[in-house]
């Protein structure tokens, strides 16, 4: 039996829900620290002369970018794993919606909103300003729309990322009426396809472009992991640190490849590091360091669209003082990583989660 066939065999005893494993969510607070590390050493380099490169070049032993790659596998797993009691009900592509909805869109346009009000009061306070009701609007619906600096990106720009993740949604909510075993190979069978549609195509409209782009698979390799973490596969440490080690290398590597493929160069290797997080056993959480984590995995979506505040707000207060220098350089770099990490616990807790809540009475979700 093929593990697409498996994954309605789950265990009965494992829990759903994201968090009965938590070192998916420590691995979601690594990724957003990762972006967010990777954001605040490029603004860092304004103060040595290096604006929109990090630092120092010892701050980029690893492709932090390479974060957001992590997300779209986590993304894919999730999808899957918290859906199981979804498939085949005839409501399911309602409810599915409803739930990523509530879970991705009021945090995300409170933060758009902030940058269209204070373009709106204050056109040269953001670098991009706003280049069309059109292109709000579109910001807006997670609609890919072409700057004239070439870029597809959103007002706020870290939103690139949510356009790729309610496409996905799209995606699966088309086959969630059908049982597991159906709709989990068509899930994969049209992201295969769509990355193929943009390789071999190359189509010239920049919407088209965008979600054929060859990062869209990594939504795929998450979800047949995520069947076959529910088939019951589990390693042991050894192999499990293996698939670590073999990932950070891969990273390495795929970051001096230029010509391979997003999708391949950081999905495969992003892939492993989930692999040896999802096929651990299942065990409760044993110490405040893990639980820490976990709670910043809870937070990391706030973590993801928060950090770029508090590392603006940093750099003003570095340049009006004027420190300079690689002591200056590290402080600001540690402020702007701790402020982060406080921002988003505390909009988490007070803003992400009653609107979350509130979104989903909203839809009946």
Known sequence: MSAAAQVVQAPAAAALHPRALPLVQVLRAVAALSVAFLHITQQAGVFVGRPGEPAYGWLRPLPWDAGVDVFFVISGFVMVWSSMRLFGRRDAARLFLGRRIARIVPLYWAMTSLLVAVALVSPHAISDGLESIRYVVASYLFIPVQRPDGFIQPVFRLGWTLNYEMLFYAIFALF??????????????????????????????????????????????????????????????????????????????????????????????????????????????????????????????????????????????????????????????????????????????????????????????
């Open 176 to 365: 969630i009426r059908l049982q597991a075993r159906v709709a989990v190979p068509w899930v994969v069978a049209t992201i295969v396809v769509l990355a193929g549609i943009g390789r071999v195509l190359r189509p010239a409209s920049p919407a088209l472009a965008f979600w054929t782009d060859s990062i869209v698979l990594e939504f795929a390799f998450g979800v047949l992991l995520a069947t076959l973490a529910l088939s019951g596969a589990r390693l042991t440490p050894a192999p499990r640190l293996l698939l670590v080690f073999a990932a950070l290398a891969l990273l390495v590597v795929s970051d001096r490849l230029p010509e391979l493929p997003r999708g391949l160069a950081y999905g495969v290797p992003c892939t492993l590091l989930m692999a040896a997080a999802v096929l651990a056993p299942v065990r409760p959480i044993r110490s405040r360091w893990t639980e820490f984590w976990v709670l910043l995995g809870d937070a990391s979506y706030a973590l993801y669209l928060v950090h770029p505040f508090p590392m603006r707000a940093f750099e003003i207060v570095w340049l009006r003082l004027g420190w300079t220098g690689p002591a200056a350089v590290l402080a600001y770099i540690a402020s702007a990583v701790v402020a982060t990490i406080v921002a988003a616990f505390a909009l988490h807790r007070w803003l992400e989660r009653p609107a979350t809540a509130a979104t989903r009475r909203l839809l009946h979700a």
